[in-house]
């Protein structure tokens, strides 16, 4: 029987890829093999080929004639010339603080959470312990009004969560409160850093109205005392939230006249912007001046000044 060309190549390809395939088996592991592992002794542990790679890579030469010795050799020839060398990480730096991980949102989560105000109105305990929880993963002290919803509800464990958040946190706004407050003594004529922190610092827990309407008002007091402090030194440098926060503090606790003499130093710093003129339609509207109330309005729909959508609404409501 003989054989055509293409089969005599065949034979001829087959015989060659099989010699290769058992040189390179032989040659690995009995030379390649006991060369590393003499190496290896005495230095920093590292990952070499063993006899089992050796093995596993001939059978791949042999199912794979032609293609498989061929991948393997340019595998290493890559090895050899690229990535043989170590990379130097002497100047890289890793640091944690630079770091920043964006975590993403639990939708499913959201979804099923409702609002800490609702769940206390229905009186639902598993949806109102949730709501709990997700208030105390959050910015607690951004949310301290309606923690304090909870401490009427009939549910023992959530009230005493309430309760202990708190308490903790009311009493830190206290010692803080009492460590600015002092600061503001202390500090040079000059300098208004513990009057600017005071101020922003009271308005944020004050205007959720978590404390006895006795505490609330001495606290008011102190922020009024740190804003005069501050108009002092600086009226000018004074920011414009801190006036609005003054006026409606003390608006809440109806010391109208000093909220009248705090909405007027507003209006002078800052005649062009829009709580010069709301801080005083609301105070107006308090105490019924009816009169001043409807200067003000007819003033600010003569200004400039651009107006949102609330204070479009009252301006519709009393035109």
């Known amino acids: 029987m003989t054989l055509t060309f293409e089969e005599h190549v065949f034979l001829i390809v087959v015989i060659l890829n099989t010699i290769i395939a058992v040189l390179y088996l032989l040659i690995g592991s009995l030379i390649m093999v006991p060369i590393r592992n003499r190496k290896r002794e005495g230095e920093a542990e590292r990952l070499h080929d063993n006899r089992r790679t050796y093995l596993l890579r001939f059978i791949v030469m042999l199912l794979c004639p ?3 010795p061929l991948f393997f ?3 290493h020839f890559f090895y050899l010339t690229i990535f043989r060398f170590q990379v130097e990480l002497d100047d890289v730096v890793f640091s944690k603080e630079r770091v920043r991980t964006q975590l993403r949102a639990d ?3 959201e979804m ?3 609002p800490l105000e609702e769940a206390v109105a229905v009186n639902d305990q598993k949806s109102l312990r949730a709501a709990m929880l997700n208030v105390l993963k959050g910015e607690i002290r951004n949310s301290l009004s309606a923690i304090s919803l909870a401490l009427e509800t009939k549910d023992s464990e959530s009230s005493h969560y309430a309760a202990s958040i708190l308490s903790h946190e ?4 206290r010692m803080e409160v009492q460590k600015l407050y002092l600061g503001i003594r202390e500090e040079a004529q ?5 009057e600017d922190m005071m101020l922003g610092y009271t308005d944020n827990v004050l205007k959720q109205k978590v404390f006895t309407e006795l505490e609330q008002r001495r606290f008011v007091q102190m ?3 740190a804003a005069e402090s501050f108009y002092t030194k600086n009226p000018s440098g004074m920011p414009e939230q801190h006036y609005e926060s003054v006026c409606m503090r003390l608006l809440e606790i109806k010391d109208y ?3 009248e003499k705090w909405c007027i130093r507003l209006a002078e710093q800052y005649p062009d912007r829009l709580s010069a003129f709301t801080c005083k339609l609301k105070l107006y509207f308090i105490v019924r001046n009816r009169e001043a109330f409807f200067q003000t309005l007819d003033a600010l729909k003569k200004s400039d000044v651009v107006i949102d959508s609330e204070t479009l609404e009252l301006i519709r409501t009393f035109s």
């Open 66 to 68: 032609v293609v498989g």
């Open 73 to 75: 050799f340019v595998v």
């Open 107 to 109: 939708e499913e989560r």
């Open 112 to 114: 099923n959470v409702i």
């Open 170 to 173: 009311l009493s830190e706004f």
């Open 190 to 194: 000059e300098q208004t850093e513990y």
């Open 223 to 225: 922020m009024a005392e």
């Open 257 to 259: 006249e000093n909220s």
